[in-house]
Protein backbone atom coordinates (compact mmCIF):
# COMPACT_ATOMS: atom_id res chain seq x y z
CA UNK A 1 0.00 0.00 0.00
CA UNK A 2 2.96 2.46 0.98
CA UNK A 3 4.90 1.91 -2.38
CA UNK A 4 1.28 2.59 -4.56
CA UNK A 5 0.76 5.59 -2.21
CA UNK A 6 4.22 7.05 -3.01
CA UNK A 7 3.90 5.90 -7.16
CA UNK A 8 0.68 7.66 -7.05
CA UNK A 9 2.42 11.09 -5.19
CA UNK A 10 5.61 10.85 -7.67
CA UNK A 11 3.40 10.37 -10.54
CA UNK A 12 1.25 13.20 -9.65
CA UNK A 13 4.41 15.40 -9.33
CA UNK A 14 5.38 14.78 -12.10
CA UNK A 15 2.31 15.57 -13.91
CA UNK A 16 2.25 18.97 -12.18
CA UNK A 17 5.74 19.69 -13.08
CA UNK A 18 5.43 18.93 -16.99
CA UNK A 19 1.88 20.90 -16.81
CA UNK A 20 3.96 23.64 -15.18
CA UNK A 21 6.49 24.05 -17.73
CA UNK A 22 4.15 23.82 -20.67
CA UNK A 23 2.48 26.43 -19.19
CA UNK A 24 5.45 28.92 -18.55
CA UNK A 25 5.25 32.24 -20.63
CA UNK A 26 7.84 34.64 -20.97
CA UNK A 27 6.22 38.03 -22.39
CA UNK A 28 8.00 41.46 -23.34
CA UNK A 29 5.96 44.59 -24.39
CA UNK A 30 7.83 47.18 -24.53
CA UNK A 31 6.96 50.26 -22.80
CA UNK A 32 6.00 52.70 -24.91
CA UNK A 33 4.64 50.24 -27.68
CA UNK A 34 0.98 52.32 -28.57
CA UNK A 35 3.39 55.87 -29.19
CA UNK A 36 5.87 53.50 -30.98
CA UNK A 37 3.12 51.85 -33.10
CA UNK A 38 0.68 54.81 -33.55
CA UNK A 39 1.57 55.38 -36.88
CA UNK A 40 1.65 51.55 -38.02
CA UNK A 41 -0.19 50.55 -40.74
CA UNK A 42 0.51 47.43 -42.31
CA UNK A 43 3.22 44.52 -41.06
CA UNK A 44 4.63 41.35 -42.54
CA UNK A 45 5.23 37.79 -40.96
CA UNK A 46 8.56 36.42 -42.06
CA UNK A 47 9.02 32.49 -42.52
CA UNK A 48 9.64 31.26 -38.99
CA UNK A 49 12.70 29.46 -38.31
CA UNK A 50 12.05 25.77 -37.41
CA UNK A 51 13.70 23.31 -35.51
CA UNK A 52 12.69 19.62 -35.93
CA UNK A 53 14.79 17.83 -33.68
CA UNK A 54 14.78 14.21 -34.80
CA UNK A 55 15.95 10.98 -32.69
CA UNK A 56 19.41 9.46 -33.50
CA UNK A 57 17.70 6.58 -35.11
CA UNK A 58 15.37 8.56 -37.26
CA UNK A 59 18.04 10.96 -38.01
CA UNK A 60 19.66 7.67 -39.65
CA UNK A 61 16.64 7.26 -42.32
CA UNK A 62 17.12 11.22 -43.50
CA UNK A 63 20.11 13.64 -44.94
CA UNK A 64 21.09 17.07 -43.99
CA UNK A 65 19.28 18.26 -47.16
CA UNK A 66 15.85 16.77 -46.57
CA UNK A 67 15.51 17.86 -42.58
CA UNK A 68 16.58 21.11 -43.86
CA UNK A 69 13.93 21.09 -46.29
CA UNK A 70 11.59 19.68 -43.55
CA UNK A 71 12.68 22.85 -41.39
CA UNK A 72 12.10 25.28 -44.16
CA UNK A 73 8.63 23.95 -44.83
CA UNK A 74 7.60 23.50 -41.34
CA UNK A 75 8.65 27.37 -40.59
CA UNK A 76 6.63 28.23 -43.94
CA UNK A 77 3.74 26.47 -42.60
CA UNK A 78 3.40 28.34 -38.90
CA UNK A 79 4.31 31.93 -41.46
CA UNK A 80 1.03 30.76 -43.16
CA UNK A 81 -0.99 29.56 -39.97
CA UNK A 82 -0.25 32.79 -38.04
CA UNK A 83 -1.36 34.71 -41.35
CA UNK A 84 -4.55 32.78 -41.48
CA UNK A 85 -5.18 33.76 -37.72
CA UNK A 86 -4.36 37.21 -38.36
CA UNK A 87 -6.64 37.96 -41.20
CA UNK A 88 -9.94 36.27 -39.29
CA UNK A 89 -8.90 38.78 -36.61
CA UNK A 90 -8.82 41.39 -39.60
CA UNK A 91 -12.16 40.28 -40.82
CA UNK A 92 -13.85 40.43 -37.35
CA UNK A 93 -12.30 44.22 -36.46
CA UNK A 94 -9.99 42.98 -33.87
CA UNK A 95 -7.25 44.26 -35.72
CA UNK A 96 -6.08 47.46 -35.84
CA UNK A 97 -3.33 47.24 -38.58
CA UNK A 98 -2.94 45.47 -42.11
CA UNK A 99 -0.94 42.09 -42.60
CA UNK A 100 0.73 41.59 -45.47
CA UNK A 101 0.11 38.63 -48.06
CA UNK A 102 2.61 36.28 -47.16
CA UNK A 103 2.69 35.35 -50.74
CA UNK A 104 4.00 38.95 -51.47
CA UNK A 105 6.40 38.95 -48.38
CA UNK A 106 8.47 35.74 -49.62
CA UNK A 107 8.61 36.70 -52.98
CA UNK A 108 10.18 39.95 -52.50
CA UNK A 109 12.71 37.96 -50.25
CA UNK A 110 13.39 35.78 -53.16
CA UNK A 111 13.63 38.70 -55.54
CA UNK A 112 15.66 40.17 -53.56
CA UNK A 113 17.51 36.80 -53.03
CA UNK A 114 17.52 36.81 -49.13
CA UNK A 115 17.77 33.30 -48.15
CA UNK A 116 19.40 33.77 -44.61
CA UNK A 117 17.15 36.41 -42.68
CA UNK A 118 19.74 36.53 -39.97
CA UNK A 119 22.08 38.28 -42.26
CA UNK A 120 19.75 41.05 -42.65
CA UNK A 121 18.76 43.76 -40.34
CA UNK A 122 15.04 44.51 -39.51
CA UNK A 123 15.27 47.83 -40.90
CA UNK A 124 16.45 46.65 -44.74
CA UNK A 125 13.77 43.79 -44.46
CA UNK A 126 10.97 46.62 -43.57
CA UNK A 127 12.50 48.72 -46.64
CA UNK A 128 12.22 46.01 -48.74
CA UNK A 129 8.68 44.74 -47.47
CA UNK A 130 7.59 47.96 -47.49
CA UNK A 131 6.39 47.40 -44.15
CA UNK A 132 5.91 49.24 -40.73
CA UNK A 133 7.22 46.37 -38.65
CA UNK A 134 8.05 42.85 -39.11
CA UNK A 135 7.27 39.50 -36.99
CA UNK A 136 9.90 37.24 -36.76
CA UNK A 137 10.09 34.00 -34.47
CA UNK A 138 11.69 30.50 -34.11
CA UNK A 139 9.56 27.32 -33.70
CA UNK A 140 11.75 23.90 -31.80
CA UNK A 141 9.44 20.51 -31.86
CA UNK A 142 10.63 16.65 -32.29
CA UNK A 143 7.96 16.28 -34.93
CA UNK A 144 6.52 17.93 -37.58
CA UNK A 145 3.52 19.94 -37.40
CA UNK A 146 2.24 20.93 -40.73
CA UNK A 147 0.63 18.08 -42.82
CA UNK A 148 2.81 18.20 -45.27
CA UNK A 149 6.29 17.72 -43.51
CA UNK A 150 4.25 14.99 -41.29
CA UNK A 151 3.25 12.65 -44.56
CA UNK A 152 6.74 13.45 -45.92
CA UNK A 153 8.85 12.53 -42.66
CA UNK A 154 6.03 9.61 -42.29
CA UNK A 155 7.10 8.30 -45.97
CA UNK A 156 10.26 8.56 -45.20
CA UNK A 157 11.09 7.01 -42.09
CA UNK A 158 7.73 6.00 -40.98
CA UNK A 159 7.03 8.43 -38.57
CA UNK A 160 3.88 9.60 -37.82
CA UNK A 161 1.79 11.87 -36.22
CA UNK A 162 2.25 15.48 -34.95
CA UNK A 163 3.76 16.69 -31.62
CA UNK A 164 2.90 16.85 -28.15
CA UNK A 165 4.54 19.91 -27.61
CA UNK A 166 6.50 22.88 -29.11
CA UNK A 167 8.03 26.12 -27.99
CA UNK A 168 7.78 29.33 -30.34
CA UNK A 169 9.08 32.47 -29.79
CA UNK A 170 7.96 35.25 -31.82
CA UNK A 171 8.80 38.62 -31.97
CA UNK A 172 7.63 42.07 -33.39
CA UNK A 173 10.39 44.93 -34.33
CA UNK A 174 10.19 48.01 -35.42
CA UNK A 175 10.32 48.76 -39.10
CA UNK A 176 12.69 52.49 -38.78
CA UNK A 177 15.29 51.12 -35.95
CA UNK A 178 14.67 47.73 -35.72
CA UNK A 179 13.28 48.18 -32.04
CA UNK A 180 12.12 45.14 -29.95
CA UNK A 181 8.44 45.89 -29.78
CA UNK A 182 6.85 42.95 -28.34
CA UNK A 183 8.28 39.01 -27.36
CA UNK A 184 6.56 36.37 -26.90
CA UNK A 185 7.81 32.74 -25.73
CA UNK A 186 5.43 29.95 -24.85
CA UNK A 187 5.78 26.28 -24.88
CA UNK A 188 2.24 24.78 -26.22
CA UNK A 189 1.19 20.78 -25.68
CA UNK A 190 -0.38 19.92 -28.80
CA UNK A 191 -2.47 16.68 -29.12
CA UNK A 192 -2.57 13.25 -31.65
CA UNK A 193 -3.54 14.61 -34.84
CA UNK A 194 -2.92 18.76 -33.93
CA UNK A 195 -1.08 20.55 -37.04
CA UNK A 196 0.11 24.30 -37.29
CA UNK A 197 -3.35 25.75 -37.60
CA UNK A 198 -4.23 24.38 -34.22
CA UNK A 199 -0.84 25.39 -32.66
CA UNK A 200 -1.08 28.71 -33.52
CA UNK A 201 -4.54 29.20 -32.68
CA UNK A 202 -3.69 28.00 -29.25
CA UNK A 203 -1.10 29.91 -29.19
CA UNK A 204 -2.22 33.32 -30.49
CA UNK A 205 -5.44 33.06 -28.33
CA UNK A 206 -3.49 33.71 -25.59
CA UNK A 207 -1.01 36.21 -26.89
CA UNK A 208 -3.00 38.55 -28.86
CA UNK A 209 -4.72 39.39 -25.34
CA UNK A 210 -1.71 41.17 -24.27
CA UNK A 211 -0.43 42.30 -28.26
CA UNK A 212 -1.28 46.07 -28.63
CA UNK A 213 -2.28 45.49 -32.54
CA UNK A 214 -5.31 44.18 -31.33
CA UNK A 215 -8.81 45.44 -29.95
Same mark, same amino acid.
Given at each position: ???????????????????????????????????????????????????????????????????????????????????????????????????? *???????? !? %???????? &? +?? #?????????????????????????? *???????? !? %???????? &? +?? #?????????????????????????????????????????????????
Amino acid at each position: MYKFTFKLVMAMLFMFNLNTALAQTNLYQHPQFETRTADHKIIAILPFEANVSLRPKQMKEISQEQLADLEKNEGLSVQSAMYSWFLKRKKRGDLLIDIQ *DVKRTNAL !L %LQNNIDNL &N +AV #TTEQLAQILGVDAVITGTFETDKPMS *DGASVALG !L %LIGFWGST &N +AA #TINMSVNNGTDGELLWNYNKRVAGSLGSNTDMLINKLMRKASRRLGYTD
